[in-house]
């Protein structure tokens, strides 16, 4: 025989609400400790020049969602707000491109933490001609209060000038990432 508990509100033994009910089955996580949160994705909105064959930091400018402000668009950098410490993943995707139908010899996507490279993907093309090329990397990452988490790229053409891709209507350079919960 099954049960049925109904309710529109979890709470424990403090008072404290720990999810709630609108009715229609929407549940809303109420306490930090089951929440994904911080949370956060972003984008670029134009075309970005980089040195040919130098790592260079990439610029996102565009919020896609931020549920504590804790990405900054003027530096490019997201850090771990007060009482969040914990496990993170975190995910970028770049679009490499030579601006003309020239040719990428390599690229690489890399994640950095507090200014030092933490996991990158690298491609080699081996003289291939190429005209553009999407790397994406993750990682799940231990972060204390006050860690920062940029990204960076490195395109090297045979050819063209060596380029990240901003978005035009589809999701060509983004970055983002989550805290994880039970980890």
Known sequence: MASIIKANQLQDFGGNSILTSDGAGN???????????????VMKSSNQVVTDGSTTK????????????????STSKFTVPSGQAGKYFIYTGLTHNSATSGQINDSRTIIFKNGSEHKGAFLIFGGNTGYYLSLNTFSI???????????????????GTAQVLGNTGDDRTYFGGYKLIGA
Do not use: Q, R
């Open 27 to 41: 549940v809303t996580p109420n306490a930090s400790g089951i929440k994904n949160t911080p949370a956060f994705e």
């Open 141 to 159: 990452i231990d972060l204390s209060v006050g860690d920062y988490i940029e990204v960076y790229g490195l395109t090297n053409v045979g050819s």
């Open 58 to 73: 990439i610029t996102f400018d565009t919020k896609i969602f931020d549920t504590d402000s804790a990405y900054d668009t």
